[in-house]
């Protein structure tokens, strides 16, 4: 273990600690087979396995950080009261070996905030698709996100014999752990967008980046792990209805292999406590050409999304961190199509023909095989 480690990476492995918890009182929601189904509002689902994980892990980290900002997708009784073995006070000690990067060493309680999704993909977990759930935890430092977890409760549902689950963690300047990333496929240009939550805009967004597969699947964090494990090349989704718990953490591992996460103008996003909730810029995730793809959005699509709230300054001390596209020059290449086959380097986040991934794997990772499975 560092010796007294950071505030942050307490926080991140009290957060990796509490998603292996929550996932299993997820799992446990289902095996009983009451889901308590509520309508939200139109395509917006909450069950029983939401709001039952969402008290574990809010309820958890304030336990352990008072004074830290929370922030959870779900409307709760905050006088409920949790059950006691919903209460996670560990730490998990992988992520206690690793030192902290520099510039988060000195970071005090009220410059983080924690966005938590309990259970992202709600409308595939109700329809079987659980492969495409996932449980976010996000932290973000001075309204910058800089750590996150993305926790897959059912990955290896197909393989008898291996651990089910896994948890991905990641911060800036340290790295991305928990899963084995590919190169992306050569020759060919492979969107991911939303399977549940699609309409002309989001479809018209996609076909302009000239793809040769689109790939449609449930959750903002399982898009994401597509693009960090080099399944695909780009996350495209021209909506409003994004919102910061579900891009706070993919954004920060993403960017802790050299990708990059911004709105559809080129923004990287605030993750302040006083920041509106929805992500109403839309969001462009890539592994690598941003700008290109930037490029490729239309005017008028761009035009009806907002510009986000900005990240605020961060001395990152030398750290490169990728996002905040520009979207002049991208303009000014409007026609051209991403190049078939971007590879990237992580450690700057620069495009290269034959560049090889840096991240850091842990002990137990397992070798991974994208799945579209319904169960």
Sequence with gaps: ??????????????????????????????????????????NDLQTEADRSAQRCIVASLHKQFPNVAIFGEEQLDPQEKIPKDFIEQGFDAEVLKHTCPEYLKETKDEDVVIWVDPLDGTAEFTQGYLDHVTVLIGISVKGNAVAGVIHQPWFNFDKPGLPLGRCIWGVIGLGSFGFERETPPANKIIITTSRS????MVTEAVEAC?????????GAGHKVLLLIEGKVHAYVFASKGCKKWDTCAPEAILHAVGGTLTDFHGIRMNYSADVQRKNTGGVLATVANHEKFLSCIPEHIRDCMDKSSEAPPLD?????????????????DSATVP??????DNATGSTSSNAETNHKEPSDSVPNEYGNTKL
Aim: aromatic letters at 2%; hydrophobic letters at 40%.
């Design 197 to 200: 939550h699609s309409d002309r």
């Design 316 to 332: 990152f001390k030398g750290v490169v961190v990728c996002g905040g596209a520009d979207l002049k020059e991208a303009k000014k």
């Design 1 to 42: 273990m560092a010796s007294n480690p950071s505030l942050v990476m307490r926080v991140l492995s009290a957060s990796v600690a509490v998603s292996n918890r929550a996932s299993n009182i997820i799992r446990n929601v289902l095996t009983k087979g009451d889901l308590g189904i509520v309508e939200k509002g139109k």
């Design 210 to 218: 000239n793809p040769d597969e689109i790939v449609r699947v449930g």
């Design 339 to 344: 190049d078939k086959n971007p590879t990237i």
